[in-house]
């Protein structure tokens, strides 16, 4: 097992940078040794699909304004890797799909954007489940990512990239996207933070389209102040998204300071069924322990519509996956391959340029959308997806403030020992709910099964994230190295 080396915190770099203790310049230069070591040899972990050295050493600079300013941008000379359906300048974004190979954006996403002007450096796009349709980044035309902490296991997916940049200590932070739940699996399965903010906190302006009812940029540290910065750095409204809420973005980072006294967490019943792994099940209850010392009151709620998230994920999600994904054609964008005529064209480019699992769900989409399934798959889909959101609107109107999870049933499983589609969609059972509701959800490392680390999720109202920050501060501070024991 690997160890990976610890990266300087954001806050910490903001700082030597600012003081002239280290320059952007040589913080590249650090990651970019760290990158090329841990990819090196058979056991490479495969986490970035473009890193153009050159390119980012003349680029690893803060403006003299950036420096001179008298409040220094909150992630000040601080790299961060980017998930390949991002979209980035220079380097390509290809949704970890062939039939995107090569494609450089003509502009960036608002995300990134707004990295650049807090004076984060973007450091290079990482691997992904083609699509970001997958729960081990297995799926990817580049090949599969492997785990920092265990070379022969996955890093979680879709965004297993982003995650391993992080939990191999290359860069403290790192984008994501999330869907049904692909921040928070595979930083429960590399032992980092990832963070699924409410749908609306911030732009989707750039992220390449799978589901758009569900989608949102997510984002993962290597500590929760180190996901508080990025947070508070890339939320807000923005008049390139219509769906981006023009509400204040609070400093999340100031939620370090909060007392979680007074504060109630539920404890969902039907996120700790009998079948769940007895030992995940102690890490939660230690946690439950810890806050209830710290004076939190703990609530056993029910949210009964559970179990059905992951049927109605997967009609939902492939539904909307099936028009997004409609554009890749051979037309405008990418791969294009000869066939006989436009429609020859169109199948040989698609038959090809798609992997399997994005096909599946491009065809079950088109299923579910059709005449005569429509009402029986996608309009009950629908009404079922209200009443799983409305489950989280009544309990939190009773008071509740926070609810707490495992984030997933298992700890992160060896490569190709899931073959089984729906298997794999099981993964997302504990996660998918927070996307179809849109509620903001996280997870943080709560300690470790057979060495491999154990998440704990947390979820809170629409725009309650400083309360779940709140909660995961004490929680790291009170778990402290019991966090990765
Ligand atoms: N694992 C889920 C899926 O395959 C979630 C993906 C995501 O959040 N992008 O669809």
Known sequence: ?????????????????????????????????????????RDG???????DERFLRKHATVSAAQLTDTEPGLLLGVPVAIKDNIATLHHPTTCGSRILGGYVSPYEATVVRRLRDAGALPFGKTNMDEFAMGSSTENSAYGPTRNPLAPDRVPGGSSGGSAAAVAAGIVPIALGSETGGSVRQPAAFCGIVGVKPTYGRVSRFGLVAFAS???????????????ARALHTIAGRDPLD??????????????????????????????????????????????????RALGAEIRDVSLPHTDLAIPVYYIVAPAEASSNLA??????????LEGDGLRGMYEATRSNGFGPEVTRRIMLGTYVLSAGYYDAYYRKAQQVRTLIAADFTRVFASGVDVLFTPTTPTPAFPIGAISDPYEMYLSDIF???????????????????????????????????????????ALERALGAGASV
């Open 1 to 41: 097992m690997t160890e990976p080396l610890p990266t300087a915190s954001a806050a910490a770099l903001r700082e030597q940078t600012a003081s002239g203790h280290t320059t952007s310049a040589a913080t590249v230069d650090r990651a970019l040794a760290r990158a090329r070591q841990v990819n090196a040899g």
């Open 45 to 51: 972990l495969n986490v970035f699909v473009a890193l």
């Open 213 to 227: 009812s569900l989608d949102q940029v997510g984002l993962f540290g290597a500590t929760v102040d180190d996901a």
């Open 242 to 291: 219509s769906t981006s809420a023009d509400l204040p973005v609070p400093e999340y980072h100031l939620a370090s300071a909060r007392p979680v006294k007074g504060m109630v967490i539920g404890r969902p019943k039907e996120y700790f069924p009998d079948s769940l792994d007895s030992r995940i099940r102690a890490r939660c209850d230690v946690a439950f322990d810890h806050l």
């Open 327 to 336: 554009r890749f054609d051979g037309v405008r964008y990418g791969l294009r």
């Open 431 to 473: 996660t998918a709910t927070a996307n179809l509701a849109g509620v903001p959800a996280m997870s943080q490392p709560i300690g470790r099964v057979d060495g491999l680390p154990v998440g704990g999720q947390l979820m809170a109202a629409h725009f309650g994230e400083e309360k779940m920050f709140t909660v995961a501060y």
